[in-house]
């Protein structure tokens, strides 16, 4: 290969990165960047992915967990920069190669209860070991407030992430709940935080601990408090949207946590003297029988054993683990995981190794429905139920298609007892409720733009975006037709069943009264006059909340309710407050309980530190 420094182009999160690869005596000798606004994650990304190449001088590399779309544009750029120079790129693969960024996921195994042994397993060889008095799992909102709360405390704690990045989920959380603070006072907003109890234990039907939801409101105040001391940036607070029955939603600034929350407490953690080790997965825990002593990572490329008094796992859940949603009770044939791909339930597996108690089957999911041919992110009125028919795989109508005004959530509960739900409307009601559908990017149905520009209205362009999905018909989940019959026929519904339920859904419609399940007398339309259309719901999973036991103190707990001693859950690993339903209508609830377990979980572990000192 001819030497010299070769300029690519590199996919990234949000535009190209610019490369400079260096090829020195037929060898990769440089993976460096060119672009003057590249992000902390795709830096962390491209550091990792480059140290990798040069070392094995493959393109064979693994990506870097949570950043695979930055991780393939450099390889790419690095094949391209072998073949500029004059190389072939077979020159630079190999099976099998440099494994040493694989995750150990073992999902295909989940099923079976004696897999997470694994997570126990002392590994065959240590390269170096840390010493510390607390080790946190993960640096997400909860990792990052523990992280904090641990500098600020004077313990000696070190935090481990498996991404590339800090933030995990709560990059994209818009804000969080309080109830009672400084923000609301000075807006003249004012009640009572024992209403935002009894809203949120009334829509889990009081299946819950209501201590937990008490000890998380009573804290908000103070909470949001320290956050404001420590830099983090809100913007305003009110009712999310008008979504939500009291205006409990505090956004950070920028509407999302990677631009008000992340990387303020990343600079306030690290300068209390946390260390922050990125791309350092946890691969097990260091447990006695008895105590829980630290873990087992791997941290610039070395197998590491950190040794430490207390651990908190702060790792996101297990939203990216399709083995454990699938055990958790949905159908997961066509769903769409939208949610931290690191997040693959690694707290969970370690936890249930050492005896945890299992609260999977009531863990809470944040999770839609959605139209695989449909474009994600923009437009909701249709989609999300109201006046629309749902039938099941029987063609029968299954529920009150509004119950997503109740709580969002609400709207994908039902489709874990059926095998098919499905969507039936006419072409005039699509122009009605879905006028403001938009031709975004794919970039732009990310991001909440159709959701928070309620003020374009266009039919004409909302009947087009719908007769090319339909021809289109991604997922083969979009069908139309003149009749009724046919249209059955589309999806395989019994056809009489089917035409006689539209029928009878058209009476209640015509009568003002819904005779079946009671659904709001605005929200009944008859589907009438064709073209009719049907659309198979999918379900859209962004995170898991829950899975761990735990008690008040944020210990995590067994079968009998005894503390596994040194053992904390924080964030969506945990979550006892939430019974198979998120209580999402209080918006930013579930963020609220990330930073006040990652609080709390650090003052109890300061104390049985102490304990031990003793």
Not at 70 to 89: E, F, H, R, Y
Not at 497 to 504: H, I, L, S
Request: charged residues 25%.
């Amino acid at each position: 290969m001819k030497n010299g420094n070769y300029s690519e182009k590199a996919d990234g999160v949000e535009r190209p990165l610019n490369l400079n690869i260096k090829i020195s005596d037929n060898k990769i000798a440089e993976v460096s960047n060119q672009s003057s606004d590249i992000s902390d994650l795709e830096q962390g990304t491209l550091d990792k992915m480059s140290r990798h190449i040069i070392k094995n001088q493959s393109v064979s590399v693994d990506a870097v967990s949570g950043a695979t779309i930055s991780s393939n544009g450099i390889l790419s750029a690095t094949k391209q920069a072998i073949i500029d120079a004059g190389g072939n790129v077979n020159d630079f693969t190999e099976d099998g190669i440099s494994k040493d960024l694989e995750d150990k996921t073992d999902n295909d195994s989940d099923s079976k209860e004696n897999v997470y042994n694994n997570w126990v397993k002392k590994p065959d060889k240590i390269d170096k070991t840390i010493e510390t008095d607390l080790v946190i799992v993960g640096s997400g909102i909860s990792g990052l407030s523990a992280a904090v709360q641990a500098g600020q405390d004077g313990v000696k704690a070190i935090v481990l992430e498996k991404n590339g990045f800090v933030g995990g989920n709560g990059s994209g959380v818009e804000g969080m709940m309080g109830a009672e603070t400084k923000m609301q006072k000075d807006a003249g907003i004012t009640f009572k935080k024992e209403e935002v109890v009894k809203n949120e234990l009334e829509t889990i039907q009081y299946q819950a601990d209501g201590s937990f939801w008490v000890d998380l409101v009573d804290h908000t105040a103070d909470n949001i408090d320290w956050l404001i001391k420590q830099g983090v940036k809100f913007d305003r607070v009110d009712d999310y949207h008008h979504t939500c029955p009291l205006p409990t939603f505090h956004w950070f600034e920028g509407g999302r946590g990677a631009i008000g929350y992340v990387p303020y407490m990343k600079q306030r953690a690290e300068e209390l003297g946390v260390k922050i080790y990125t791309s350092s997965p946890v691969t097990g825990l260091i447990f006695d029988g008895k105590i829980a002593r630290g873990v087992y990572a791997t941290i610039d490329d070395q197998i590491v054993e950190v040794n430490a008094k207390a651990v908190i796992f702060a790792s996101g859940g297990f939203g990216q683990n399709r083995e454990l949603i699938k055990k958790e009770g949905w159908n997961i044939d066509n769903m769409l995981f939208v949610g931290m791909t690191g997040s693959t339930g690694d707290a969970y597996r370690m936890s249930r190794a050492v005896g945890a108690k299992d609260t999977l089957q009531n863990s809470a999911p944040l999770i839609t429905n959605f139209v695989q041919a449909l474009p994600l992110g923009n437009g909701r009125d249709l989609l999300a139920g109201g006046p629309a028919l749902w039938v099941n795989q029987d063609g029968v109508r299954f529920t009150d298609e509004s119950i997503t005004d109740r709580n969002a959530i609400l709207q994908s509960q039902p489709f874990k007892s059926i095998k098919n739900g499905y969507l039936v409307f006419s072409r005039d009601m699509f122009a009605k409720y879905e006028d403001n559908l938009q031709n975004l990017s794919k970039e732009e149905q990310k991001s909440m733009k159709g959701i928070d520009e309620m003020n374009h209205h266009d039919s004409k362009e909302a009947l087009e975006i719908l007769d090319d999905s339909v021809k289109t018909n991604k997922g083969n989940s979009l069908f139309t037709a003149d009749s009724l019959e046919e249209l059955a026929d589309k999806v395989g519904l019994p056809k009489d069943d089917f035409v006689n339920e539209v029928k009878r859904y058209n009476e209640f419609c015509h009568n003002g009264e819904d005779r079946e399940f009671g659904k709001d007398k605005k929200y009944l339309e008859p589907i009438e006059g064709g073209p009719y259309y049907i659309a198979r719901l999918d379900q859209s999973l962004a995170i898991s909340i829950g899975g761990i036991g735990e008690n008040r103190r944020f210990e995590v707990i067994d079968d009998n309710w005894n503390k596994i001693s040194g053992l904390y859950a924080a964030g969506i690993d945990s979550a006892m407050q939430y019974k198979s339903i998120y209580t999402i209508n209080l918006g930013g609830s579930c963020c609220a309980h990330c930073v006040n377990s990652g609080r709390y979980s650090v003052m109890n572990a300061e104390k049985y530190i102490d304990d031990l000192n003793e």
